[in-house]
């Protein structure tokens, strides 16, 4: 990396804006670039490692996606399926209208695809309307753990109305997270098992998953969130208490969406799959023509204008959504989100500062991960945008040099 890039990094973690990051990035075959910033512990000061362990958040979306598409070449799901024929529970799914603040029926079943194109109705806040309502919020738990068994949590998400008709417009929520629980239903065994016989043993990702043994906890990053002058300090759990601080060992819900933990050179192993044609390292984990319909747009044009994240738009003009990952659809200079690269080019970030994108043009993957936990109405004061000026820097110097 350039002089300006790392003296950009140091800058931001010396004036307590980031505690510490890895960087990767993988070219042709080989890794060309790797390196670590800063600390994984602010209070030991013990510098990062290339080994240490990250919670990636919502990375493990696609993840969960690839899972779901080996289950797809395996006939035991189609992506026409109504997700009913699992759980009937959603067969009678209402719609809020946001105009009028009245209900109407959904029009259709949900399909396996409107959960892996976030097009179900399905989001993160309570009424499903983008107001959270913290008796419905509960009625789930959290987001990343949750004492809820599969079976309330399937119960819960279907009492919930959903935020627009079946396949009609992305939000961005729990879909990925009822696909995880359809998995491990038609597996009989719960996903991180599934996850693990499927793909993370098959690609040697020892460092991957919802329950970091107790052997290994002492590689985990640190929890680290923003103080009121917009420091970087030591959180003692994840913000909006979406996981617990140590997660108990009989808890049944695993978040397919967000609760993996994993390590940059373990997803780096992972993201392979979308540049070497469904194969990482001569493993082949799923057929070159599934690759290629995940990494196809599947959103409208009116869907991708109108597709918001806390009030913000998720894709520009040059970029689309697959099959539970964004693909690049332009090239653009600039920006990073939600991917870049080539077109063609796949990723995903995760909220707590992960990011990734995948070049099948290029033959190359970018890695960036860090642990920067925001609070929403810390965001709305511009506190932790910092982390999206170091992905940006990150970004701009992979596209120039992989």
Not at 262 to 271: N, V
Not at 274 to 292: A, D, M, R
Not at 388 to 395: C, L, M, N, Q, R
């Amino acid at each position: 990396m350039n002089d300006k890039s790392r003296y950009m990094f140091e800058k931001l973690i010396a004036n307590k804006k980031l505690g510490g990051i890895n960087c990767i990035i993988w070219k042709d075959g080989q890794i060309i670039y790797q390196e670590s910033h800063g600390y994984k512990n602010l209070e030991t000061h013990e510098l990062m490692t290339l080994d240490t362990i990250f919670r990636i958040a919502s990375m493990t979306k696609p993840i969960t996606s690839v899972l779901t598409m080996m289950l797809y070449e395996e006939n035991k799901l189609s992506l026409d399926d109504p997700i009913t024929k699992w759980f009937p529970q959603f067969g009678n799914m209402k719609v809020f209208k946001k105009r009028t603040g009245e209900y109407e029926n959904a029009n259709r079943l949900i399909t396996i695809l409107d959960l892996l194109t976030h097009r179900a109705g399905f989001t993160y806040s309570g009424l499903q309307d983008g107001k959270i309502k913290d008796d419905h919020i509960s009625a789930l738990g959290g987001d990343i753990d949750s004492y809820i068994k599969n079976e309330q949590w399937i119960q819960g998400l279907a009492s919930l109305p959903l935020a627009g008709q079946p396949g009609e417009i992305f939000n961005y929520g729990r879909s990925i997270d009822l696909l995880g629980i359809l998995i491990s239903t038609i597996e009989g065994k719960p996903l991180g098992k599934v996850m693990e016989e499927k793909i993370f043993h098959p690609l040697a990702m020892t460092d991957t998953f919802f329950d970091v043994p107790g052997n290994k906890k002492n590689r985990c990053a640190l929890n680290f969130g923003y103080d009121e002058s917009g420091n970087v300090i030591h959180l003692e759990t994840v913000p909006l208490n979406m996981a617990f601080k140590e997660r108990p060992a009989n808890l049944e819900f695993q978040s397919g969406g967000q609760g993996l933990w994993s390590t940059i050179t373990d997803y780096l192993k992972f993201a392979r799959v979308f540049v070497e044609n469904g194969s990482s390292n001569g493993v082949q984990i799923l057929k070159s023509e599934t690759i290629h319909l995940m990494c196809t747009n599947q959103l409208t044009a009116f869907q991708r204008e109108h597709s918001k994240l806390m009030g913000m738009s998720i894709f520009r003009e040059n970029c689309g959504f697959g099959l539970g990952l964004a693909v690049v659809m332009k090239e653009s200079k600039y920006g990073s989100m939600p991917c870049s690269g080539s077109i063609g080019s796949v990723g995903w970030p995760g909220a707590y500062g992960g990011w990734w994108s995948a070049d099948p043009i290029k033959k190359s993957i970018s890695i960036f991960l860090t642990h920067s936990m925001t609070e929403p109405k810390q965001l709305a004061q511009g506190i932790g945008f910092e982390l999206y000026e170091a992905i940006d820097i990150f970004s701009n110097y992979s596209k120039q040099n992989a």
